[in-house]
């Protein structure tokens, strides 16, 4: 891969707010191809992070991929296309709260 190839993250990096199958962009290329910086952004291109990865954590995004939507809210996203709360909470304490025992932890990750 190249730069400015556009990728998909293999493995979640929660202290990023970054998740499997974010998309990105090649920034620079390390070594032949040993690891990458990539930039995450959001549609409107602001960039929510810039992280160095090994080969093996991204692979290039393919013609027949679906793209997945996701809010990113201050230190927390929310996965729009499973959780159905009718209000955001504030913080991690409140989300523990206000979401069930049953609601796995995937659906919400913290970020820096």
Avoid: C, W
Wanted: glycine share 8%; net charge positive; hydrophobic share 35%.
């Amino acid at each position: 891969m190249k730069e400015f190839t556009e990728i998909v993250l293999t493995v979640d990096r929660p202290e990023r707010g970054l998740v499997k199958g974010d998309v990105g962009v090649i920034v620079e290329v390390y070594g032949k191809n040993e690891g990458y910086e990539v930039e995450f952004m959001t549609k409107e291109g602001k960039t929510v992070a810039v992280v160095t990865l090994d080969a093996h954590e991204v692979r290039p995004i393919g013609a027949r991929d679906i793209l997945h939507e996701r809010i990113r809210i201050g230190r927390l996203i929310r996965f729009t296309s499973t959780l159905h709360a009718p209000s955001l909470p504030a913080t991690s304490r409140q989300v523990r709260q206000k979401l069930s025992p049953k609601v796995s932890a995937h659906r919400y990750h913290k970020s820096l």
